[in-house]
């Protein structure tokens, strides 16, 4: 039994044992130049010789020629589909398919067919030859105060938490009023989710450098600074990163471990790893209009949803289905070739189409934070020599800043407004036929809905108390501005006092009420009741809009540089 495995050809999880008599084999591989390993035959065989099958006494034994021949045209009818077969079998666990055993159709036995992905377990630790050249966790957290300092005007850096070993999670804020709350949309990248996908922590110091040299110069950096605020976390998962796998200190699937909308799993927040629980918090304290998380091991912009309610590996379109192939299509065709796969069409793929998965971080951040995530994979190599990693640069750099500037230069942005006060309303938005609401900020009451363009859009801002406006616009290729004032729900105790501060303040309903209440031999009061009524007519005026010169619905078309 001749063992063919262990040839450069094959994967390591794919085997092809061709039985044939010991000389002969020998001789064959030599003329091949293929490694030779024999393994022991499943049945007891003392004697040396073909395991074809059981043949008469008559049976002449193939001659070396004709072995030689055979085994040539095995070679060449099985190389072709093998190599095939390993190129797909590299690709696993980009976004880390679960491991499952197959069936016998082919498919995984959990419902779903794991196409190009985590099939055989978990992957090999990665040598410390390959992790070289690649910073550690201590060389990250020395660039990140470093570049704090060396860009302090446009940056601030702070740690949302810790990881299980208590390496703190550092975040770098771009723009040029950092840490100051503005009526502008924010944007994140998280890096190195998994431990054994280090390129995004290696990139995104990369993209924050680069904007600090360039955005005084750089137009579309200097866009970005000055209309975006924009966070960068390289690592999400330091401590997987140093022990070289997957996992994070517990072993755990970062992006397996955030609370699903189909399936009861990580619903208990004190279960959840101390890197999701950050990630969590932190959308919590900012609005993110739209995010990004890197991964390594494909090649493909990745968009919701991510599972589906049958657990079966099917298109799922979210409610924003059109707005995230605009966005995947952004980064996709920016970038040097994604954009040419024969993998994925266009080079971008729905989550569910290409496998589902449960307890990711992308659907979360949609159905909890209103921010529109992407999964981007964006090395076919998940670690790959850090000699590629300044090529790796150069084909994402443009794909990065497209898609940050992509949520100032489409979709409909705006603030809502109180009509009796001028102040501003935390509102929501949504936009008719689409089933997602998106909320403006508490301070500034500031909106950015993301929206694929080329199409029209009825857009409606309520508010409780309020009476909700609806406007309709047309969204070309820039972003429109749209700011609404709402108009208060007129209480019945409102409407008696607006009329009584009306008769009051006119001549003839003056006389008509100064009458009613002689009749009503109240003249005694006649003088205090006057005195009331006049100062609840000044308060009850100086609170009527005074924003009404503004019209409601106003578009305006953003500026594009």
């Given at each position: 039994m001749i063992d063919l495995s262990a040839t450069r050809y094959f994967h390591p999880s794919v085997s092809l044992r061709i039985s044939l008599?010991?000389?002969?084999?020998?001789?064959?591989?030599?003329?091949?130049?293929?490694?030779?390993?024999?393994?022991?035959?499943?049945?007891?065989?003392?004697?040396?010789?073909?395991?074809?099958?059981?043949?008469?006494?008559?049976?002449?034994?193939?001659?070396?020629?004709?072995?030689?021949?055979?085994?040539?045209?095995?070679?060449?009818?099985?190389?072709?589909?093998?190599?095939?077969?390993?190129?797909?079998?590299?690709?696993?666990?980009?976004?880390?398919?679960?491991?499952?055993?197959?069936?016998?159709?082919?498919?995984?036995?959990?419902?779903?067919?794991?196409?190009?992905?985590?099939?055989?377990?978990?992957?090999?630790?990665?040598?410390?030859?390959?992790?070289?050249?690649?910073?550690?966790?201590?060389?990250?957290?020395?660039a990140v105060k470093a570049f704090g300092r060396r860009c302090g005007n446009i940056s601030r850096t702070y740690s949302i938490g810790k990881s299980v070993n208590g390496v703190p999670l550092w975040v770098i804020e771009i723009s040029d009023k950092p840490g100051i709350e503005e009526a502008e949309p924010a944007f994140k990248f998280i890096g190195n989710v998994h431990g054994d996908e280090p390129v995004g922590r290696e990139l995104l110091m990369l993209l924050a450098n680069w904007i600090c040299d360039n955005y005084l110069k750089d137009p579309?950096?200097?866009?970005?600074?000055?209309?975006?605020?924009?966070?960068?976390?390289?690592?999400?998962?330091?401590?997987?990163?140093?022990?070289?796998?997957?996992?994070?200190?517990?072993?755990?699937?970062?992006?397996?471990?955030?609370?699903?909308?189909?399936?009861?799993?990580?619903?208990?927040?004190?279960?959840?790893?101390?890197?999701?629980?950050a990630i969590m918090r932190w959308l919590k304290e900012i609005r993110f209009t739209a995010s990004a998380s890197l991964h390594g091991g494909a090649l493909?912009?990745?968009?919701?949803?991510?599972?589906?309610?049958?657990?079966?590996?099917?298109?799922?379109?979210?409610?924003?289905?059109?707005?995230?192939?605009?966005?995947?299509?952004?980064?996709?065709?920016?970038?040097?070739?994604?954009?040419s796969s024969k993998e994925f069409q266009g080079g971008i793929t729905n989550g569910a189409a290409w496998y589902p998965i449960y307890g990711g971080m992308q659907d979360w951040n949609y159905i909890h934070g209103g921010?529109?995530?992407?999964?981007?994979?964006?090395?076919?190599?998940?670690?790959?020599?850090?000699?590629?990693?300044p090529t790796l640069w150069e084909y994402n750099k443009m794909s990065m800043l497209n898609l940050v500037a992509s949520v100032i230069k489409t979709g409909v942005h705006g603030r809502i407004y109180s009509s009796d006060s001028g102040r501003p309303l935390p509102g929501f938005v949504l936009i008719k036929g689409i089933n997602s609401t998106i909320k403006a900020s508490r301070g500034l009451a500031d909106y950015h809905r993301m929206l694929a363009p080329g199409a029209k859009y009825e857009v409606v801002a309520s508010m409780p108390g309020y009476k909700p406006k609806t406007t309709t616009i047309w969204l070309e290729e820039g972003a429109m501005t749209v700011d609404f004032i709402l108009d208060p729900v007129a209480t019945p105790v409102e409407n008696r006092l607006k009329s009584i501060c009306d008769c009051s303040c006119s001549g003839k309903s003056s006389i008509e009420l100064m009458g009613f209440i002689w009749n009503a031999h109240l003249g005694v009061y006649f003088l205090l009741v006057i005195v009331v009524l006049a100062f609840i007519c000044i308060l009850f005026r100086r609170r009527m809009p005074v924003l009404k010169h503004r019209q409601t619905g106003v578009l305006k078309k953003s500026v594009v540089v």
């Open positions: 008599r010991d000389d002969d084999a020998k001789r064959t591989l030599l003329q091949l130049k293929l490694p030779l390993r024999r393994t022991p035959h499943p049945q007891t065989n003392p004697i040396p010789g073909a395991h074809y099958a059981i043949r008469s006494g008559q049976e002449r034994a193939p001659s070396t020629r004709e072995v030689r021949e055979k085994m040539k045209l095995v070679l060449c009818l099985c190389l072709p589909h093998l190599v095939v077969l390993s190129s797909l079998f590299d690709h696993a666990g980009a976004r880390g398919g679960e491991s499952r055993p197959l069936s016998p159709s082919g498919f995984a036995s959990g419902g779903y067919a794991g196409v190009a992905r985590h099939l055989f377990g978990e992957r090999r630790a990665v040598s410390s030859d390959v992790a070289r050249g690649y910073m550690t966790n201590s060389d990250l957290e020395k579309l950096a200097k866009k970005i600074v000055e209309n975006v605020h924009l966070h960068l976390l390289p690592a999400m998962n330091p401590d997987g990163f140093t022990l070289r796998r997957r996992g994070n200190a517990n072993n755990i699937d970062l992006n397996r471990d955030f609370p699903d909308q189909f399936f009861p799993v990580n619903g208990d927040v004190s279960s959840q790893q101390p890197e999701t629980r493909v912009a990745n968009y919701p949803w991510d599972g589906t309610e049958d657990k079966r590996r099917h298109y799922f379109a979210s409610p924003d289905d059109e707005a995230f192939r605009f966005m995947a299509s952004v980064y996709s065709h920016s970038h040097r070739n994604m954009s921010c529109f995530e992407l999964t981007l994979e964006i090395s076919d190599n998940k670690w790959p020599n850090a000699s590629e990693l």
